[in-house]
């Protein structure tokens, strides 16, 4: 069935097993390759919860914290890294340019229980990359590997960077930052198959990917963009040669997709295909959860960015659509699920059938 071979391993996955395999980032043993991409707004704790519940995820990771805002104690930064027992394993997400901050959220956030830092260096937004971070890091080799060598060195944790392949198409540094990282101890790299430049237009650069797997001697590349399918997932897998795949905009719009992965890997099959009453019950539990995590008030305000999502899927109608954008408290959730429900989905409704995967408008600067 497939033809996947993975770093550091010679063999070429016959039907499927290999992908079954532990992965090892450092100390840490993920139970499956299958991670959950940071998406900052969407995968809070709430989320993450739901969707380990659905099986299959093998690494969660929070949305970017500033260094700063977490040393100096933000509030905003704490529900950034709130968790619990079941979001486990987590990693946590830092950006940031100063190599001492760096190195003391690091420290501070493996003390609070993280199971790895990622390091951010593919966030194109004007605030973080002005200051030196995010993807403005792919633009220094030199002095990005003493940082990231800092960090590694701070903690016992492991340290993983999520990149993109460069600044532009004229810069690709992510095969050689890549090849540097892993000499400094870094234990994985997550490769979005996009230049900063492009912010997400375009298909993702599946070539780009493959020449940073191509770049390393050992380190697992966990390659990232545009995954929403298995067909995608294989492609990945087979025309990269990733050790492993990172998701985000795809499990927003079929938080299953982790669970179907080990399901294919195993049997070859897809598996559990949700129903539209099922589709309800996961939209239901994530937002009981937000509920759980800060009261209703803020479930609602949280879940109105999530509702756009869910429309997607679910196809509503546009009054439906409208309440979950404005949506204010548990009593007007359960009623949209109970009409929901009695609604049944629209005639064209097809389970396992999913839109095309939204882009964040409006000029990269401005997201
Ligand atoms: C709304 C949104 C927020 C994102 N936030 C983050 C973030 O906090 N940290 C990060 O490394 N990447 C972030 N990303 C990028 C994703 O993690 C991922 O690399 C990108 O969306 C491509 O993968 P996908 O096609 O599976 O979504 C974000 C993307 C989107 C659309």
Known sequence: MLGVTIPGDESTLAKGERLNAPLRLGNLTLAS???????????????????????????????????????MGSAKTSEYIETCAADSPLAVQIYGSDAKEMCDAAQWLENYGAAAIDINMGCPVAKVVKNG??????????????????????????????????????????????????????????????????????????????????????????????????????RMFRETGCAAIGIGRGALLNPWIFAQLCSWATTGDVGFVPTYDQRLDFMTRHYYLLVEQR???????????????????????????????MLECLADFDAIVATLREKGPPPTWKAGELPEIAVPKGPISHW
């Open 295 to 325: 009261g209703e008030r803020y479930a609602s305000l949280v879940f109105r960015k999530c509702g756009g999502w869910y429309s997607r899927v679910l196809k509503p109608g546009r009054e439906i659509h409208q309440k979950m954008m």
């Open 33 to 71: 390759r299958y991670c959950l991409s940071p998406l900052a707004g969407y995968t809070n704790m709430p989320f993450r919860v739901a969707v380990r519940e659905l099986g299959g995820l093998g690494l969660a990771t929070t949305e970017l914290v500033s260094t700063r805002a977490l040393l």
């Open 133 to 234: 971070g995010g993807s403005a890091m792919m633009c220094n080799i030199g002095a990005t590997t003493a940082l990231v060598r800092a960090v590694v060195e701070a903690v016992r944790i492991p340290v993983t960077v999520k990149m993109r392949l460069g600044w532009d198409d004229t810069n690709h540094t992510a095969p050689s930052l890549a090849r540097e990282f892993e000499q400094a101890g870094v234990a994985a790299v997550t490769i979005h198959g996009r230049t900063r430049e492009q912010g997400f237009s375009g298909k993702v650069n599946i070539d780009g990917i493959r020449a940073v797997v191509e770049s390393v001697e050992r380190m697992p590349i966990i390659g990232n963009g545009d995954v929403r399918s298995i067909a995608d997932a294989e």
